[in-house]
C-alpha cells in the first residue's frame, strides 16, 4: 500500500518562497511518476508538476512555469516543488500525487495514490 505525506505549506507574503515535500511509503517510489496538484475553494483540482522516475522532463503548468520547480530523490522517497515568486492566485491545497503508470501527466483522474494536502496561502 501506497502512502504519501506533504509538508512544507504555510502562509506567505505575494513574492516570497516556499518548498513543499512529499514523502512517499509502502512501495518502490523510484516507479512511480509523481504530480503536485492544487485545490482553491470551490475550484476544480488543477494539475501543477509532474516528473518521471528519473527526474528527466518535469513537466508544468503554464501558469507556473519559471516560478514552480519539481525534483525527486529517490534515494529518500521524496518529491519536492519549490515555489518563488508566489502569488494570491497560488493560493490553495496542494496534493502530491503518484502512479506508476500515467497516460497524461495533467489528469488528476489517472494517479491513483494521494496525500492528504498542505495549505499554501499567498497574501496581497
Known amino acids: 500500500q501506497v502512502q504519501l505525506a506533504e509538508s512544507g505549506g504555510g502562509l506567505v507574503q505575494a513574492g516570497g518562497s516556499l518548498r513543499l515535500s512529499c514523502v512517499v511509503s509502502g512501495r518502490t517510489f523510484s516507479y512511480y511518476r509523481m504530480g503536485w496538484f492544487r485545490q482553491a475553494p470551490e475550484k476544480e483540482r488543477e494539475f501543477v508538476a509532474a516528473i518521471t522516475w528519473s527526474g528527466d522532463n518535469p513537466y508544468y503548468a503554464d501558469s507556473v512555469k519559471g516560478r514552480f520547480t519539481i525534483s525527486r530523490d529517490n534515494a529518500k522517497n521524496t518529491v519536492d516543488l519549490q515555489m518563488k515568486s508566489l502569488k494570491p492566485e497560488d493560493t490553495a491545497v496542494y496534493y502530491c500525487?503518484?502512479?506508476?503508470?500515467?497516460?497524461?501527466?495533467?489528469?488528476?483522474?489517472?494517479?491513483?495514490?494521494w496525500g492528504r494536502g498542505t495549505q499554501v496561502t499567498v497574501s496581497s
Open positions: 500525487a503518484a502512479g506508476a503508470t500515467i497516460p497524461r501527466v495533467t489528469d488528476h483522474r489517472m494517479y491513483p495514490h
